[in-house]
């Protein structure tokens, strides 16, 4: 799997990457809930407005990527810390592999019925 | 006669055999210290007049040849290097080193951070220059200028005592991480403009284990006694193989006794 076969430097950089564009996600993400008052911007019909909104949907979907990729990786780090052994690092990368596969769709899936796509 | 020149301490000794299966425990002894007395010292006055028995590690006896390294008051530190004046405790609790497997008392194993040292090839390699010395007897030196000097200078200072490694909380729970010494090391050959094998030790360190693991705690460069700061080298290095940072350089020549 060539996703296996990543070098550590190549992970890192995808790693720092996705790390500094989720902060500039979240941080438009969180001005979304400041243009109005806080729970107003929580209300059923601005939420689902919010959903029905095109770039609002693919700022949604890319904190969800991004996250995943980020902190999956991160899960990866610490867990192949943990035991020296050819074989763990190996699971380790694929069970995360699949786990961040598995959030993403479960996300995407979500993000897609709301916004009625 | 000042009060000073009778002063005592306790030297809390830790002591153990593990050969022996020694179950591990503290011996205290009361020494007498000048405001000049090391820890090594001290210990060394132990060794001659209460218990010839406990275990050190020593050769130098000034910061040279890095055998001393050990636990004062829980930080890692040479003994040799460390006056007991400067501690301001009466009581100096000496300890093995961290992150490395023990053998008897003080001394332990360096046996796996000789072996990291060694995994970074640390030599200069040059495909210009074969290794094989006999094959070149015009070979005089390579040519460097004080500003290429002083890119690996600081860090060619290591003495190998392995207080960076025992101070790494990388190393203490990851022991294949090559550790702070030998990524500074790293470090210091691909900084050497005589150097050409950057590709070889880029692939060494980017590793599962390798130098990606490191959190950037800094505690290294806190207890090295040399200055060197290894923390510094593995950012450095880190960036260069990011190639956030260039390193600009340029390989020396070979000056050869047919030149001069
Ligand atoms: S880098 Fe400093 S602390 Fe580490 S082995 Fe070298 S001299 Fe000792
Ligand atoms: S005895 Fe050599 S460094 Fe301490």
């Known amino acids: 799997m060539a996703l296996l076969r990543l070098r550590e430097s190549q ?5 720092y990457l996705t790390g500094i564009l989720s902060l500039f996600a979240v941080a438009i993400h969180i001005i979304f809930r400041l243009i109005m008052p806080f729970g107003q911007s929580l209300s059923y019909e601005n939420v689902v407005a919010n959903y029905q909104n095109i770039f609002y949907v693919i700022l949604l979907e890319s904190i969800l990527v991004l996250i995943s990729i980020h902190g999956f990786n991160g899960l ?3 867990l192949i810390e943990l035991k020296q052994s050819h074989r763990w690092e190996s699971t380790i990368t694929i069970l995360v592999l699949i786990a961040m596969v598995g ?3 479960y996300g995407t899936r979500t993000i897609v019925i709301a916004s009625g796509l | 006669m000042s009060n000073e020149d009778n002063k005592k301490v306790i030297l809390k000794v830790y002591r153990t055999n593990y050969n022996k299966d020694d179950s591990p425990h503290y011996d205290k002894f009361e020494v007498p210290v000048k405001r000049w007395t090391t820890v090594l010292d001290a210990l060394l006055h132990v060794k001659s007049y209460s218990d010839s028995s406990v275990g050190i590690r020593y050769s130098c006896r000034m910061a040279s040849c890095g055998s001393c390294g050990m636990k004062i008051n829980g930080r890692p530190s040479l003994a040799c290097y460390t006056k007991i004046s400067e501690l301001k405790d009466d009581v100096v609790v000496c300890e093995p080193l961290p992150n490395f497997p023990r053998i008897r008392d003080l001394v332990s194993d360096f046996s796996q951070f000789f072996s990291h040292h060694k995994n970074m090839k640390p030599f200069i390699q040059n495909d210009k220059v074969s290794l094989d010395i006999d094959d070149k007897h015009d070979l005089v030196e390579f040519e460097q200028t004080h ?6 200078l600081q860090f060619s200072y ?10 790494c909380p990388t190393v203490a729970t990851d022991p294949k991480f090559p550790g702070p010494q030998a990524l500074s090391q790293a470090y210091r050959y691909e900084a050497d403009s005589r150097d050409d094998s950057k590709k070889t030790r880029f692939n060494i360190i980017d590793e599962r284990h390798g130098i990606w693991r490191c959190h950037f705690a800094g505690s290294c460069s806190v207890v090295c006694p040399k200055g060197v700061d290894p923390a510094l080298g593995i950012q450095l290095l880190k960036g260069h193989m990011l190639g956030l940072s260039k390193n600009n350089k340029k390989l020396s020549n070979l000056r050869t006794k047919n030149k001069e």
Request: with cysteine.
């Open chain 1, 11 to 15: 992970i890192t950089k995808i790693h």
């Open chain 1, 76 to 78: 990866r780090i610490i």
């Open chain 2, 147 to 152: 500003e290429d000097v002083d890119k690996y």
């Open chain 2, 158 to 167: 290591c003495i190998r005592c392995g207080l960076c490694y025992s101070a």
């Open chain 1, 103 to 105: 959030v993403i769709a």
